[in-house]
């Protein structure tokens, strides 16, 4: 299976989507996340170690708390394999907008 599959798959589920939306403001904790996902830490603990498995997000120990940030590298990968698709859809925007700027000369 494609490693963008995976990523994709990874990223379909609104919980992990919120989590990831969440750790864009910064490093929390297991129980922050909890707080504000508003799932139990069993839920938050699994979506986590999903994110985690997947690369896209990073555990740094502080004491007894666990604090999770996220890790950019999957998102670079992200947009590489979307950049990849540019061409297709500029041609597109490109024949659309000559279709338009040639209906308009013929009026």
């Keep these: 299976m494609s490693a963008h599959i ?7 589920d609104p919980t992990r989507l919120r989590i990831l939306e969440l750790l864009k403001d910064g490093e929390k904790t297991v129980n922050n996340l909890v707080d504000l996902v508003e799932i139990q830490q069993s839920g938050v603990s699994r979506h986590l170690s999903i994110l985690h ?8 120990p502080e004491g007894q708390k666990r604090l999770y ?4 590298e999957p998102f670079v990968e992200i947009g590489r ?5 540019e061409k297709y859809w500029n041609q597109k925007l490109n024949n659309l907008e000559n279709y338009f700027l040639e ?3 013929k009026k």
């Design 103 to 105: 209906k308009r000369r």
């Design 53 to 60: 498995d997947a690369g896209f997000v990073k555990m740094r």
């Design 81 to 85: 394999w979307v950049h990849s698709y």
């Design 69 to 72: 940030s996220i890790r950019p």
């Design 6 to 12: 995976n990523i994709f798959q990874t990223l379909a």
